[in-house]
């Protein structure tokens, strides 16, 4: 049987306890996300103040976790209620901490109730030490591991750190988990959940073994996803621009969000590119644990103004967006920097991203004096003399000190892009369930639109990644202009596809080149000893998609939707000028639900029976 | 009588005691400065922690604060421990605290003991209540100001608030008090102390009336005041344009200290100074409470990267110094937002210009490979990519957010100039009594040097300003270049008349204009009803120096001494090329001493009964 052990610590009363997960609830929900949601829905109890005591912070590996390399299996999840949304909260992150984790003893870490005192924790082949924080509370997470590694003098500079920085600390709601400097469970404020339970860091480090209980059938699925992977185009390119290859690709569809989604195309795009940074500022790739992908960016600045230190990981293409072509600012060194600052302060860069391209439009409203007295007098106090200017990156580096540490503007922008947008009256935010959009618009790739519509955790494109069809062709190529109810099935598909991926652990980026279910049978059998089908794989994402709606529709599910922006405001600009995701919402939604077993977005009995969820049925009573 | 009433705020408690200073004290010490460095000399145990609960924060007006107009008497004085010296503490800020303060019903307020959590204060018209400070914990001081008055129901938009920024929270040992968003008690760490009282912030505002007991007199000497002040072409040059009137003066006899003290001029002087400011950037003159100078800016920038409130503050000469020549940034736009977010943080500007200087030179060192090699590594982790590369603003910039949170560099950086030098193995730091030095090159005037190593709370111009014989003429004009023996008994005068003048408390600005004690008896006789004379004012001064030696004396005095940048290295440029302040010290201090009746800088059993010490004399024994 499959060992798969969760290390519970309760940190009112600073006690830990080891669970060994039973292997029928493992083959439900296999670990990583699928475990996370399902405890999460089971142990956190309805209505729970995200950010008070009785929410539970899940950090999750997979069976498949730090097994082997050649493929990425170097993932973290995290799950928890989210601060932003008030619904699931889950992240999904690169590098090398889960791996850690499991070579430290556990599958998974699950922080319960809150520290009295700032702590971090180090847990080391099975030991498990609580340190004081104080030292390193209110500092950024660059600082937080250099302390904790300097301080730590058990072992080598191996083993793995997960901070929060000031943002997570002051409960910014957009705050964020770091791991390894740059490597961040971003979205849906997971960093806020830890830091009210007053923990600032976990250290992992171990030489456990994670156990493989058919190694042969295991090494047959890892020579399949090696070898596929290895001489895939979309390797290469991923190799030789990262995920900034988008930059262009993206541009050039019309679908790169601008100036707070009121454009498809940046004129500077191709300054802000993948391509760009690797001509200029690459000093190298690096993988996550064991990948060959590496399309992790290892830069340098030449700037004195824009430095960071050379090596450091260079912008992803989310926060290129985020912080580049949404601000309009075409400066790639200045964006090197950004996203350096926002990670030390532990920010989620694409909410971040937003709400100061909300700010930047509100401000631009404010000098038409189109913002009424009274807002625009508390505007301009809280600015406190700050210019939001669009392309100006100054005010983007100082907001993000004030964001995390709330303070004047900082306060509302805090609570995230959609929060800022209302409190100021301004209907001009791009969001669905209350976080708002990554960077791939909407109106330009219409599946885009219900993969953000009902996505559970928010505006999220790695729910369902319809890009990999719409513009790459992965696994087939369609339309992105054309709207179809056979579209709204290849959601779903991905959705309940990913749901598992997110589970085992493995990367996503695995399935540009390997897209199917069955890619993944004899890697998720080997290691696990089940005896699995592609047909079983997509179930349990299924169930897992369906456990994370049980959740949202628990706590008051606000719906599918998309925001007004992205309905009525037709693109200007671009090969998508003049398209809304209206229409696409309209027609693809009730055939979305009909896929799903769904009724206006909620699980049928039915579907729940055949999902074998029975014991969540009280939710849609 | 005179009425002086203390408010003693018990934190520990949240308990006040109202207290009245006795005539015979008061006569001895005045109020203010004086009052308050003899207090905490009989208060403050020997040996006690800056940032322990030990310390007192004492906060005082003086007899004339808040009196009359046509001078200026709204300053206010500020006296503990300090943190960043161990010594003596003390600083003096301009705006209208003070005068409030009396409105309200108090000559002084002080702080004892610690609150258990963080609070803000409100004293109005004697009414004390004490206010959770949680919501704006680890906020600026621009913006807990905004909250403070938000949440205020009682009042109109009157009244004066002091508050702590993120620095002074962080017992960071160059934070200052800021009152009004940019009148800063600066130097020595007084925001610390607050901090270290868990005190975000003091409001107060009343209609109580100071008392005036000879007004015959009193307005006689306001009169005395207000002509000499009027047509006095140095309140011409301040008024029109402020205190950077004297960038362009300083630069030009060679002492405008410049990259780190090893300059004494700045070809970029002209941008950066009072005449420029007024000329771009000046919206309106704007004095403290009463004053006809009115030597404050109210400024704008058009820059969108640099903005600020437009009216908001603008930065002085010292400010204008630390930051600009001193760094080699000749971006006044850049030192103005600067100065903002210093004074937002509440930092020091002296000291942290000092600081970056030295980094800056710390920096330019490991580029050349200089430094040796585990410093070099400690020093590029801490940095984390920033590039503090004379003349760039933006890592300047950054550095205020990092000092302020001690996050990275800042860590050391908060522990002042000196120990960033230390920690680096820099011999690079202009200092004395392990504070930095403020804007004049005593190797350039040489008074100055004097000035600076017998200053009891570390390098400082405002103890004695020899500034004003050696480069104004006021009350006559020395040679700069010159050494002798009679600069000696200039400097110790001015050093005693100061301290009366802090006590009082009057603007020094205002003894520009009128350089004699004799201008100041009917002043004081009137507010007090005391028959006394200009060799009193000038006995109370000395007696106030040599209370504040005695504190420094018990502390572990280091003695009176200026860095060895200063006495060893020759400036290099300027009028004073060649010039070090190694002979002026040689020359002067002994001269001192005989002065002042002290024997290797310790007072005399003689001086000190000769002065009405006798209560003091343990400590020299």
Partial sequence: MVDFTLLRINLDEQKVREEKV?????????????LGVYLALKEIPKGADPLGPENKLYIMAGPVTGTAEGFEAGRTHVIAKSPLTGLIGESNMGGRFAPWMRFSGYEGIVLE??????????????????????????RGTHYAEYYIRKTLKEGPKDGGVLAIGPAGENKVKLAALIHAGARAAGRTGMGAVM???????????????????????????????????????????????????????????????????????FEKAEAISGEHMAEKYLVKTRGCWGCQIECGRLVKTYSPEWGVPEGSKGPEYETIFAIGSNLELGNLEAIIRLNHVLNDMGLDTIEFGNSVAVLMELYERLSKGEIPQDKAEELQKLL?????????????????????????????????????????????????????????????????????????????????????????????????????????KMVKEQQDFFASIDSMIVCKFNTFMTPMP?????????????????????????????????????????????????????LPDGPAKGETAKKALEVMLPAYYEFRGWKDGVPTAETLKRLGLQEFEYIIQ
């Avoid at 700032?118 to 509370?137: C, L, Q, R, T």
């Avoid at 090696?226 to 690709?249: E, F, Q, W």
């Avoid at 008051?556 to 009525?568: N, V």
């Fill in 113 to 138: 109730g809150k520290s009295e005192e700032p702590v971090w924790i180090s847990v080391i082949n099975g030991e498990v030490k609580f340190h004081d924080a104080k030292p390193i509370w209110g």
């Fill in 518 to 570: 069955e890619d993944y049978v004899d890697l998720l059998a080997g290691v696990t000893g089940w005896d699995v089908t592609a047909e079983e794989i997509m179930e349990i994402g299924e169930r897992i998609y369906n456990v994370e709606r049980l959740f949202n529709v628990r706590e008051g599910d606000p719906g599918d939707y998309l925001s007004r922006r992205l309905i009525e405001e037709a």
């Fill in 384 to 488: 406190d003399g700050l210019r939001p200017i669009w392309g100006t990156p100054n005010p983007v580096l100082e907001l993000a000190y004030k964001v995390a540490r709330r303070d004047g503007i900082g306060e509302i922008m805090a609570e995230g892009a959609k929060a800022l947008a209302e409190h100021f009256g301004c209907d001009c935010v791009a969001e669905a369930r209350g976080m708002s959009l990554p960077a791939y618009d909407p109106r330009a790739i219409k599946a885009m639109a219900l993969a953000y519509a009902t996505s559970n955790r928010g505006g999220c494109h790695l729910r369902a990644y319809a890009v990999s069809f719409e513009v790459l062709g992965v696994p087939v190529k369609t339309d992105p202009l054309e709207v179809s109810v056979e579209k709204a």
């Fill in 195 to 265: 830091g009210s339970k007053n923990v600032k860091a976990i250290f992992v480090m171990g030489d456990r073994k994670p156990e493989i209980v058919d190694k042969e059938r295991f090494e047959k699925g890892v020579k399949l996803l090696k070898d596929k992977i290895k001489t895939h185009p979309i390797r290469k390119a991923l190799n030789s621009y990262g995920t900034a290859v988008l930059v262009n690709i993206i541009n050039e569809i019309g679908a790169l969000p601008t100036k707070n989604w009121t454009k498809g195309t």
């Fill in 22 to 34: 039973d292997e029928k609830t493992l083959r439900k929900f296999i670990g990583g996300r699928g």
